[in-house]
């Protein structure tokens, strides 16, 4: 084959590849640039009372990644569940709190998994000299590159009450946020002339605290299950910002900052 004939097929492929990439980005555009339907925005007031707190600046925001979150996953309900549009405009709409305000995005994920309720999952524990396989009830999962997993009775209350501390979609999302570095260890990717140096002390030195509280019994600002590691920390760390973001920013202002800064969001001064 002529040399001109590869070259002008290589050029071709690379046109081909650039305006597809093209139409992709403008699609994505749309996507972001458009609005909820008032059905499904009183539908996400109703079942995440917390974004009625969002500032107006943001809300067009939010309402722009839940419809790009609603057409890039896939929702498949497990053990029977069918899934419904209210399940999922209500984790769209906690999954997106986490980034609505940020340049980052769900890249790789593309599906979610549904549970009626707590699901079975197989750990493997070893003793020495055996390995035993244990089940234990889930309320929800987060794997890399996806899929996330979850229980629709433990997502549907996370979202409802936003300030118990406790929400199983914000958790798991959290973690997906963590693993956008290529690793899920609490050190997600800093926003621009965010230092790791102020994140690793704010982080570590909460972390810390919470371990030691635990281990003494004592009470906790952040859910207990914070001190199992830095990465389940992290996931809990962002659930109080969310839900209890007042008190954090009070006991512990140096993490409080940390996370505002990476979310650019400053959830203690909503109304």
């Known amino acids: 084959m002529a040399p001109w004939i590869i070259l002008g097929t290589a050029l071709l492929f690379a046109a081909f590849l650039l305006f597809h990439r093209h139409l992709k980005q403008r699609r994505r555009e749309r996507i972001m640039a458009s609005s909820l339907t008032p059905e499904q925005r009183a539908t996400v007031e109703r079942l995440v009372p917390l974004v009625r707190r969002l500032p107006a600046s943001i809300r067009a925001s939010l309402e722009g990644k839940i419809n790009l979150f609603l057409d890039q996953i896939t929702f498949r309900g497990q053990n029977g569940l069918e899934v419904t549009d209210d399940m999922r405009l209500s984790i769209a709409a906690q999954a997106c709190l986490l980034i609505v305000n940020s340049p980052v995005w769900y890249d790789t994920l593309r599906n979610v998994l549904i549970y009626p309720s707590a699901f079975l999952t197989n750990r493997n524990t070893h003793d020495g000299q055996f390995v035993h396989e244990n089940s234990h009830a889930t309320l929800g999962e987060s794997w890399a590159r996806g899929p996330v997993i979850l229980s629709w009775d433990h997502a549907l209350h996370g979202g409802l009450d936003a300030e118990d501390g406790h929400n199983v979609v914000i958790h798991e999302f959290a973690h997906q946020l963590d693993g956008l570095s290529g690793h899920t260890n609490g050190i997600p990717l800093l926003r621009k002339g965010q230092a790791y140096a102020g994140w690793e002390k704010a982080m570590l030195d909460a972390f810390q605290d919470q371990v030691q509280r635990v281990q003494h019994g004592e009470p906790t600002l952040i859910d ?48």
């Open 224 to 271: 207990p299950y914070g001190a199992t590691s830095h990465q389940e920390f992290f996931a809990e760390a962002i659930v109080t910002f969310f839900e209890r973001p007042r008190a954090m920013r009070d006991q512990m202002p140096a993490l409080y900052e940390q996370l505002a800064t990476l979310l650019a969001l400053d959830p203690a001064q909503w109304d």
